[in-house]
């Protein structure tokens, strides 16, 4: 962790901008922006990310990778499979498994979530954010009614606080850890690693373009569906909704 840039402010509107600021400011990689208290976060596709104050964890990953702008996707799958095996590693016994294309459900119910946002100039990639949200000690109660039953934390699952420092420390050891051993590669193996933990392979999704088996995700990230004529689709952005619940097995 000794490479790893950590400021954590007291309270933020948004993770995600307080990073592109220092980005900006020619802050090097990797720059981490903590704060355990959001007041205006975001998610995908414009929602809000809605996080009591003092309850979890808002992160964003000032990151500078030397890849192709087409690999730049990768790092918010590489994000939640960091997130997934620090959950795991508290030893909780947490049902979890990851959710197209980048999401962490535990108990078939979202405990995590990314938002990645590039920098890019022509075929360079100057800088990636990967912002990441944990719901840690938020209890039942406190989520919007919308997302009552569609999010989870940790507190909700197993009735036991964690120390929030403490996480967020673990997690940025793990997603460090991660980030070096997929640079050897230049990210080609995160695709793989991630698919090793994803819920709904093989189970039929629904788009609003196309419904599809899942097949498997591609080196770049994409999704790969078969269409009821067998016909391939390549879903590179967007979401993909399970028909049926499933059960996502346990731990890790």
Not at 1 to 28: F, I, K
Not at 150 to 178: K, P
Request: net charge neutral; charged share 25%; proline share 3%.
């Amino acid at each position: 962790m000794n490479r790893v840039r950590t400021l954590v402010l007291d309270e933020v509107e948004s993770t995600q901008d307080a990073a592109r600021t220092h980005a900006a400011m020619g802050a090097p990689e990797i720059t981490a922006i903590l704060s355990f208290n959001q007041t205006s976060g975001r998610g995908r596709q414009g929602r809000t990310w809605a996080s009591p104050a003092g309850k979890n964890i808002a992160l964003s990953l000032l990151l500078r990778p030397a890849v192709h702008p087409e690999r730049g996707a990768l790092l918010g799958m590489l994000a939640s499979v960091a997130v997934m095996e620090t959950l795991a590693d508290l030893g909780l016994g947490l049902n979890l498994g990851l959710k197209w294309p980048n999401d962490v459900l535990c108990s078939n119910r979202k405990i995590a979530g990314i938002l990645s946002e590039a920098s890019i100039h022509g075929n360079r990639l100057d800088f990636v954010i990967v912002g990441v949200g944990v719901n840690v000690n938020t209890r039942a109660g406190e989520f919007p009614a919308s997302l009552k039953t569609r999010a989870t934390s940790v507190y909700a699952e197993t009735g036991r606080m964690r120390d929030l420092s403490t996480v967020a420390e673990l997690l940025i050891e793990r997603f460090t850890g991660l980030y070096d051993q997929a640079l050897e590669n230049d990210l080609a193996g995160v695709a793989r690693l991630w698919e090793q933990r994803w819920v709904h392979k093989g189970r039929l999704v629904r788009r609003p373009d196309a419904v599809g088996t899942a097949e498997h995700i591609d080196a770049s990230g994409a999704l790969i569906l078969r269409d009821e004529r067998g016909k391939l689709l390549r879903i590179t952005s967007g979401e993909a909704e399970i028909v049926e619940k499933i059960d996502t097995g346990a731990g890790a």
